[in-house]
T-cell receptor, first 115, second 114 residues
Framework: DAGITQSPRYKITETGRQVTLMCHQTWSHSYMFWYRQDLGHGLRLIYYSAAADITDKGEVPDGYVVSRSKTENFPLTLESATRSQTSVYFC??????????????FGAGSRLTVL | AQSVTQLDSQVPVFEEAPVELRCNYSSSVSVYLFWYVQYPNQGLQLLLK??????LVKGINGFEAEFNKSQTSFHLRKPSVHISDTAEYFC????????????FGKGTTLSVSS
């Protein structure tokens, strides 16, 4: 099916454990993004990628690692999870319009709880 | 750098009433502007976008927004809301250059009651 999928949708883990959230898109969009959504903060950009093997930090990158070895995948890893990383994580991919704008399509989100 | 301020965190309205959700942005360069809607326990869905051209932009579900460069605003409006419009609404901005990321506001919760 065409679209953007995130897995797992729900995850409970413990402080200090490594967690990887997966994101897969079928449109061959160049750009992919990871945001976290927290009450009172809206969506904040963690990392983004312009193409395979090209990634850049967003507003809140600390504690996260990303990779993009294939255009369609953009996993987000929490190397040592902390309680402050309890959040809903959204992956998005963006096709560039003729004007150059990134018009994003979002996945359904991954709800992560760190105990 | 760009920033977005959504002026109301919560907007309660009655069904069939008009509504305006306010959004102001800050940027030193030209911008692209977006409104996204998030229904409970779902991802974000694009409602409408301003990239260039006409400053009045029409979106899905009867929503529209007007880009006002002098006021640096992009307010979202609907003349008559339905219960089903109850959701979280996010305004977002990106710099008017290829490939830049979207910066989101903190969101406005629209609650429509009968």
């Amino acid at each position: 099916d065409a679209g953007i999928t995130q897995s797992p949708r729900y995850k409970i883990t413990e402080t200090g454990r490594q967690v990887t959230l997966m994101c897969h898109q079928t449109w061959s969009h160049s750009y992919m993004f990871w945001y976290r959504q927290d009450l009172g903060h809206g969506l904040r950009l963690i990392y983004y990628s312009a193409a395979a093997d090209i990634t850049d930090k967003g507003e809140v990158p600390d504690g996260y690692v990303v990779s993009r070895s294939k255009t369609e995948n953009f996993p987000l890893t929490l190397e040592s999870a902390t309680r402050s990383q309890t959040s809903v994580y959204f992956c998005a991919s963006g096709g560039t319009s003729h004007s150059g704008a990134n018009v994003l399509t979002f996945g359904a989100g991954s709800r992560l709880t760190v105990l | 750098a760009q920033s977005v301020t959504q002026l109301d965190s919560q907007v309660p309205v009655f069904e069939e009433a008009p509504v305006e959700l306010r959004c102001n942005y800050s940027s030193s360069v030209s911008v692209y502007l977006f409104w996204y809607v998030q229904y409970p326990n779902q991802g974000l869905q694009l409602l409408l976008k301003y990239l260039s051209g006409s400053t009045l932009v029409k979106g899905i579900n009867g929503f529209e927004a007007e880009f006002n460069k002098s006021q640096t605003s992009f307010h979202l409006r609907k003349p008559s809301v339905h219960i089903s419009d109850t959701a979280e609404y996010f305004c977002a901005v990106s710099a008017g250059q290829a490939g830049t990321a979207l910066i989101f506001g903190k969101g406005t919760t629209l609650s429509v009651s009968s």
